[in-house]
Nanobody, 130 residues
Framework: QVQLAESGGGTVQAGGSLRLSCVAS?????MAWFRQVPGKKREGVAI????????????VKGRFTISQLSASQDNAKNTLYLSMNSLKPEDTGMYYC??????????????????????WGQGTQVTVSS
């Protein structure tokens, strides 16, 4: 099991920016950011595979950027980032980092496959005020 620790959430006004980070305790394959608001299903926001190819849900394209530092670059730990610009109130939610340990992701269909991910962080809250 991989341990994931998120940070970087907070409260920001609409149009502002935040950067989320997630440190994984060991190497992973596919990594992702999901978000959830109370009463709704967890939604895939962005995923990135081991070759650093990203996929985004339509609502964040052009505003969010997912990136990573591989274990060989950053103290033997994978670090995942989500840079969020031009934030909107509808971006509000608890953001979770997730990792797949046994397979990589090569299509946007993984954004709808939360059950495929093996490890999850505790979440970091993002609140965007209007």
């Amino acid at each position: 099991q991989v341990q994931l620790a998120e940070s970087g959430g907070g409260t920001v006004q609409a149009g502002g920016s935040l950067r989320l980070s997630c440190v994984a305790s060991s190497r992973t394959f596919c990594m992702a950011w999901f978000r959830q608001v109370p009463g709704k299903k967890r939604e895939g926001v962005a995923i990135i595979n081991s070759n650093s190819r990203p996929f985004y849900t339509d609502s964040v394209k052009g505003r969010f950027t997912i990136s990573q530092l591989s274990a060989s670059q950053d103290n033997a730990k994978n670090t995942l980032y989500l840079s969020m610009n031009s934030l909107k109130p509808e971006d509000t939610g608890m953001y979770y980092c997730a990792a797949a340990l046994g397979s990589d992701c090569y299509s946007s269909s993984w954004l709808n496959a939360a059950g495929t991910f093996d490890s999850w962080g505790q979440g970091t809250q993002v609140t965007v005020s209007s």
